[in-house]
């Protein structure tokens, strides 16, 4: 395979929200526990070298809609990609196509996961935002001009950094391209035994005009187990062949 193997792994609401209120309550904080451990615990059921997220999904967690501090005076950096930590074990790649998210270190810690960010640009991005990610020691990929190349980027970072296995999560719109383009090859849900209703906040997959349409998907159940405060986890494997017909978990 070209690529890494690639699950998306998501905590969900009942009514398949990855944001909210419902996240708040007991349920949703057990849900989360859960779905941490599942992915990151220290006995976790996935054994992978990386996770990655959008851009709004990285503000929302991490950079906290921070302004980068650019300098726009800046020496002209290379060309091509900046690769920092080429074996540092866990990753964190982060989809900032225009350059925007506003990092304070090369490293992220998430409960008891430390990883080394790897942003994701286009030739949008301009120099004093490499300049920016090049001071602070993030590594970078340049993976298109307007529109991102997923193929590159799967490839280089397995290529680039060893990543075999490759989370996928979030944002839903990421999230339903990657299904679409066929880059995705199994579904993890933590469905949280909670729901707030909102109107307003993200479903699990999501199709965005230029990016993927709502043609459907199917999936073949692996797993379902009712976990601790009620949620449940299932696995999924994705059909990627249209023709194939569902024989059973």
């Known amino acids: 395979m070209d690529r890494p193997y690639i699950f ?8 398949g929200k990855i944001m909210g209120t419902y996240m708040d309550t007991p349920e949703g904080e057990q849900a989360s526990d859960i779905f941490y451990q599942i992915a990151f615990g220290k006995q976790p059921q996935y054994h992978h070298q ?9 503000d929302d967690n991490f950079t ?10 800046a020496p002209v950096v290379p ?21 925007r998210l506003g990092w304070k270190n090369n490293i992220l810690t998430y409960g008891d996961t430390t990883a080394h960010v790897i ?4 030739e949008r991005a301009d120099n004093a935002y490499r300049a920016f990610l090049r001071k602070l020691g993030i590594s970078y990929l340049i993976v298109g001009e307007e529109k991102l190349d997923y193929a590159l980027l799967l490839h280089k970072l397995k290529t680039i950094f060893g990543i075999e296995t490759l989370m996928l999560g979030g944002g839903g719109v990421l999230n339903w391209s990657f299904l679409q383009a066929g880059m995705c090859d199994e579904v993890s849900m933590v469905i949280a035994s909670a729901a ?12 965005k005009e230029g990016l993927s349409s709502d043609q459907a998907i199917r999936f073949r159940l692996k797993r379902a187990e009712v976990k601790e405060g009620n949620c449940v986890w299932l ?11 569902w024989n059973g978990i």
């Not at 998306?8 to 009514?15: E, F, G, I, P, R």
């Not at 990386?50 to 990285?58: F, I, N, P």
């Not at 900046?82 to 982060?94: E, L």
Request: charged letters at 25%; hydrophobic letters at 35%; proline letters at 5%.
């Open 50 to 58: 990386g996770w990655l997220s959008g851009r709004v999904t990285t």
């Open 196 to 207: 707030d209703g909102s109107m307003h906040t993200p479903a699990l997959f999501a199709a």
């Open 235 to 245: 696995q999924y494997q994705v059909l990627h062949d249209k023709k194939e017909k």
């Open 8 to 15: 998306c792994h998501m905590m969900t609401s009942l009514d």
């Open 119 to 122: 942003e994701v640009l286009t």
């Open 64 to 73: 906290f809609y921070e302004k980068p501090a650019l300098d726009r005076d």
């Open 79 to 99: 060309k091509g990609d900046f690769v920092a930590a080429p074996n540092f074990g866990m990753y964190y790649v982060s989809i900032d196509p225009s350059g």
